[in-house]
T-cell receptor, first 111, second 115 residues
Framework: TQLLEQSPQFLSIQEGENLTVYCNSS?????LQWYRQEPGEGPVLLVTVVTGGEVKKLKRLTFQFGDARKDSSLHITAAQPGDTGLYLC???????????FGKGTRLSVIA | KAGVTQTPRYLIKTRGQQVTLSCSPI?????VSWYQQTPGQGLQFLFEYFSETQRNKGNFPGRFSGRQFSNSRSEMNVSTLELGDSALYLCASSLGGGSMYNEQFFGPGTRLTVL
């Protein structure tokens, strides 16, 4: 059983469209991180959210942590081909415990 | 600051062989974690080393082992390779003791193919 479920698994959209991807769990996390992984590279940290209800913006990307700290969403406005990649969410319980990762959403933005 | 480096980038082995992968963390990072990434299972945690000691371990068989040196560099070893070990092996470093959220900084990975 996957602790963090990400949806959708795959998403293919046209340049300029908006999209939202989700990361859901039945567990409560002290923090939730989002990473993006491009082909041939390792994941790169985009953001960490730590407070229930928190919203963080990174240019055209908006991240939200659910009030109960069990879920998160990533919204991309006016997607560009450079947004193409695998988006991974990772939950943490703080301290030295390892992160748990979702399987990711593979996004393809077509010009 | 230089990022996390992993060597080699690609490796082809046959069943039954063993393999050693290497990881150099970001300078100042004392924690090194290893992950296995496959299309079916996603990113799965193998183990974490901090100050030359294994601090956390995932649910992998004993064929997977690792170590960390005094300069924080780490190696991962897989013995008696199986076809199912074909994967991208990622190393990530973090500050370790002082990091509240355990944010991971990943290397580019080693692509292992077992024939």
């Amino acid at each position: 059983t996957q602790l963090l479920e990400q949806s959708p698994q795959f998403l293919s959209i046209q340049e300029g469209e908006n999209l939202t991807v989700y990361c859901n769990s039945s567990s409560v996390f002290s923090s939730l991180q989002w990473y993006r992984q491009e082909p041939g590279e390792g994941p790169v940290l985009l953001v960490t959210v730590v407070t229930g209800g928190e919203v963080k913006k990174l240019k055209r990307l908006t991240f939200q942590f659910g009030d109960a700290r069990k879920d998160s969403s990533l919204h991309i406005t006016a997607a560009q081909p450079g947004d193409t990649g695998l988006y991974l969410c990772a939950g943490g319980w703080g301290g030295n415990t390892p992160l748990v990762f979702g399987k990711g959403t593979r996004l393809s933005v077509i010009a | 600051k230089a990022g996390v480096t992993q060597t080699p980038r690609y490796l082809i082995k046959t069943r039954g062989q063993q393999v050693t992968l290497s990881c150099s963390p970001i300078s100042g990072h004392r924690s090194v974690s290893w992950y296995q990434q496959t299309p079916g299972q996603g990113l799965q945690f193998l183990f974490e080393y901090f100050s030359e000691t294994q601090r956390n371990k995932g649910n992998f068989p004993g064929r997977f082992s690792g170590r960390q040196f005094s300069n924080s560099r780490s190696e991962m070893n897989v013995s008696t390779l199986e076809l199912g070990d074909s994967a991208l092996y990622l190393c990530a470093s973090s500050l370790g003791g002082g990091s509240m959220y355990n944010e991971q900084f990943f290397g580019p990975g080693t692509r292992l193919t077992v024939l």
